[in-house]
Antibody, heavy 119, light 108 residues
């Protein structure tokens, strides 16, 4: 049974960076992308980007280009999302997710990592 | 591709039928359209993939339909546990992927 386990909640200062991990268990990295999604308090879901681990290629939403790096370590089946130059608007729950049934849906989700940006 | 969901909020009673709309700014291949349910404090849960296929363990009161730019999620008879927020999502074969802004189904 495929599961995703994320790293713990973070509190960061404006201008700093944060790196969130997402560990896959019950499966291996294949051509199924790992997707990152965030949700600001009281708001909807926002697509951040995705990585196809076996290929290493990433796609990012335009607003995050230059400020987000998504990587994947096949040996540990862990994906990472690093967000730089944090500002208060980046305060959100960050989720990783992956398809199981198809490449194009998000069957399995991590539990979420709350990132709080505050001075 | 922008996904616009309507209505923003749906106020219904248990046992009633819920019809949620997701309209895309450009045509979306059906295989790329999915629906999710989210309850407070929980990650989203996949309900429908490929526009009309129920995910594993999803009750048959949930159904999806549509193609091109118009997609619909229908809950035939609302159960108490169905009151939640629902999102449509398109995979973005030419990235980026996007989510609709959500429809909240609340108890009337």
């Amino acid at each position: 049974q495929v599961q995703l386990a994320q790293s713990g909640d973070e509190v960061k200062k404006p201008g700093s960076s944060v790196k969130v991990s997402c560990k896959l268990s019950g499966g291996t990295f294949t051509n199924y992308p790992v997707t990152w999604v965030r949700q600001a308090p009281g708001q909807g879901l926002e697509w951040v980007g995705r990585i196809t681990p076996v290929l290493g290629n990433t796609n990012l939403a335009q607003k995050f280009q230059g400020r987000v790096t998504i990587t994947a370590d096949k040996s540990t089946t862990t994906s990472y999302m690093e967000l730089y130059s944090l500002r208060s608007e980046d305060t959100a729950v960050y989720y990783c997710a992956r398809g199981v049934t198809t490449l194009y849906s998000l069957d399995v989700w991590g539990q979420g990592t709350t990132v709080t940006v505050s001075s | 591709i922008v996904l616009t969901q309507s209505p923003g909020t749906l106020s219904l009673s248990p046992g009633e039928r819920a019809t949620l709309s997701c309209r895309a700014s450009h045509s979306v291949g059906s295989i790329y359209l999915s629906w999710y349910q989210q309850k407070p404090g929980q990650p989203p849960r996949l309900l429908i993939y490929g526009a009309s296929k129920r995910a594993t363990g999803i009750p048959d009161r949930f159904s999806g339909s549509g193609s091109g730019t118009d997609f619909t999620l229908t809950i035939s008879r609302l159960e108490p546990e169905d009151f939640a927020v629902y999102y449509c999502h398109q995979y973005g074969i030419s990235p980026p992927a996007t989510f609709g802004q959500g429809t909240k189904v609340e108890i009337k």
